[in-house]
């Protein structure tokens, strides 16, 4: 199972600010092709991590190897450059602005010479369409449509074309879920199957383990900063895997509950509203 | 062939301002602010019209008030496109016309060095804003409200040491009063500044690559940051453009008048954010365009300074201002909603 070479990998990695330590001696390996769920409740030091492997923080110890090869990174810039994208829960777009404009940020392809180069409008929604369409998105047809317009997972799966269309290798998506309803995370998971399905590395941060059982290949659950569990998929059963996340017992039971609920409710979570 | 070259036509075309599609006219921030100001005219028309509102001296009139505020405007919406804001306008104005009436009036410098001096003044009082605004994360509004209080003051303190008077006197050479302030057909040449500007802020903002920056910066700027661009450095040249063109409509003031007062032109700061405003710029960033602050403009000029040539009373010049701006930022509201929820593939949804 672990014969595909590692992308990216943390060796003992450690992260404080100040006298404040957040991470404590992180290992992990994310692998082409291969889903990498990392679990944790909130404040488990996750967002933390992510800014670690995105290049905006660095390790106060140990080292971040790419490719095999030790690196430090200047700034997200840098990560960015050498294939590391990252799709925040909001999927980091701008609603009002075209879908086209959107996909392009910061790269945005031109036509004319000098002073006088404009954006390519006709080329960036073109481009745009086809690869929101290559995802399974079929819905978005225009790209001259203002993202406000769209949906919540249409947004994910806008912002992770655009990251595997500019050669992401490593793609971390940052509670592409958390957000949505469950239709939304449907589409989203697909999509991640889809990146994955072309040979990207895949950091899904969630915590929600239905989600993460459906597209992982590879789990680690952070708890206060340390990885409490590493495992591959099928070695761990979703009750152990809520447990673990809480640390504690309670949320079995819970879990049981909840899960003979939606048995007899047709598989729907209880909701307190309707929406 | 000809059907190539035809299709190359319409590819070419088809981007320019407006389009003529009712899908790009909705989406587009300016549709409001063109309503708007035509429901403005018409009824300034209808009520003007034996008051030669309709002449050309009375487009002149207004055209003339609106290309002072336009030339400011502009940049000002870029800022809050960005989102930011800049008020220190109203003393940047000011001091940029003391500042080439002293030093080319006063102490008789060259014209060039005079006008070189007065926006280098400006450029600094920008990227003073700018790199406060940036470095700090204190809000704007904040930081250009001290900028045009110590600006202001500045002004008043540096006229009274150097030329113990608060006005000064400036008589220019003739290039420079066909460059700056003279006038052409009625128009002063402030509007010929003006026009000139909007082509090119408007190939800035809706056609060049930095256009688009402007936008991502206001819309989301955690996310700009992210996608490589450089928020800051980009906050600091706009603050840096807007100081720049206030200073130039400053020169073309003093060049024209042949004078110059230092008191704070505090009207300034609120023309700027009603032309944007009521242009459909967003207060919060992220959407607006250049021909919609144009549109803004020439709305408030023909309220301010049109009506001396209606039968409408001019003391309700500040209430229909007061109006418009009101419904103006309730409509923008709605045009957003418009502009998000429209798609040209109507069918599909």
Not at chain 1, 48 to 75: N, Q, W, Y
Not at chain 2, 30 to 44: E, N, P, R, S, Y
Request: glycine share 12%.
């Amino acid at each position: 199972m672990s014969d595909k070479k590692p992308v990216l990998e943390l060796r003992k990695v450690d992260k404080s600010f100040g006298p404040i330590d957040v991470l404590h001696e992180i290992s992990l390996k994310v692998r082409e092709g291969e889903v990498l769920c990392l679990l944790g409740d909130n404040g488990a030091g996750k967002s933390t991590l992510i800014k670690t492997l995105a290049g905006v923080h660095k390790p106060t110890r140990g080292e971040i190897l790419m490719d095999g090869e030790p690196i430090t990174f200047s700034g997200p810039r840098e990560a960015q450059g050498r294939g590391i994208a990252t799709v925040h829960q909001f999927g980091g777009t701008y609603p009002l602005m075209s879908v086209g404009r959107n996909f392009f940020m910061g790269m945005e392809p031109t036509k004319g010479f000098g002073p006088f180069r404009v954006f390519d409008r006709e080329k960036a929604n073109r481009i745009a369409v086809e690869e929101v369409q290559k995802m399974g998105i079929t819905r978005i047809t225009d790209g001259d449509r203002l993202v406000g317009g769209l949906s919540g997972g249409e947004r994910q799966s806008l912002a992770i074309a655009r990251a595997v269309y500019f050669g992401a290798r490593v793609l971390i998506l940052d509670e592409p879920t958390a957000a949505l309803g469950v239709k939304q995370a449907t589409h989203v998971l697909r999509i991640v199957n889809e990146a994955k399905r072309r040979g990207l590395a895949v950091v899904f941060i969630t915590h929600q383990v239905m989600h993460a059982l459906a597209v992982g290949d590879h789990f680690a659950v952070l708890i206060r900063g340390a990885i409490a569990a590493d495992f591959r998929k099928g070695e761990k059963s979703r009750e152990e895997i809520t447990d673990l996340m809480a640390g504690g017992e309670d949320m079995a039971s819970l879990e049981a509950q909840l899960e003979t609920y939606m048995d007899d409710h047709e598989g729907h979570p209880p909701q307190l509203s309707t929406s | 062939m000809s059907e190539s070259i035809t299709q190359q036509k319409t590819d070419e075309t088809a981007p320019t301002s407006g389009g003529f599609s009712f899908g790009e006219l909705i989406r587009s921030p300016a549709a409001g602010a063109f309503f708007g100001m035509i429901i403005v005219f018409l009824i300034f028309s209808l009520f003007g019209f034996q008051r030669n509102f309709l002449s050309v001296g009375g487009l002149a009139n207004w055209m003339n008030f609106a290309s002072t505020v336009g030339i400011i405007a502009i940049p000002v919406a870029f800022l809050m496109i960005a989102g930011e804001l800049d008020i220190s306008t109203g003393a940047v104005l000011p001091a940029s016309a003391m500042m080439l009436g002293i030093t080319s009036g006063h102490y008789e410098l060259p014209m060039w060095l005079g006008i070189t001096m007065t926006l280098l003044m400006a450029a600094g009082v920008g990227l003073i804003n700018g790199l406060l605004v940036t470095r700090t994360q204190v809000p704007s509004f904040i930081v250009t409200l001290a900028t045009l209080f110590a600006v202001g003051g500045l002004t008043l303190a540096l006229s009274d040491a150097l030329i113990n008077n608060t006005n000064v006197s400036l008589y220019s050479p003739d290039w420079a009063k066909a460059i700056f302030g003279t006038r052409y057909f009625g128009f002063r040449t402030s509007v010929f500044w003006w026009l000139a500007l909007i082509v090119v802020f408007f190939f800035f903002l809706h056609r060049s690559p930095w256009g688009n920056w402007v936008f991502a910066v206001g819309g989301d700027a955690e996310s700009a940051r992210n996608a490589g661009i450089p928020v800051n450095r980009l906050k600091i040249w706009l603050f840096i453009l807007c100081s720049v063109c206030t200073a130039l409509a400053g020169i073309c003031q003093v060049v024209q008048f042949n004078s110059a007062q230092s008191a704070t032109f505090f009207n300034m700061i609120f023309f700027t954010i009603i032309a944007s405003v009521v242009g459909g710029v967003l207060l919060n960033g992220g959407f607006g365009s250049v021909v919609g602050v144009v549109f803004g403009t020439m709305t408030l000029g023909i309220v301010q300074q049109g009506i001396n040539y209606t039968e409408i009373d001019r003391n309700l010049s500040l209430l229909i201002i007061g109006v418009m701006l009101l419904i103006a930022v309730l409509m923008n509201g709605t045009f957003q909603k418009l502009a998000t929820s429209w798609s040209t593939k109507k069918d599909k949804g």
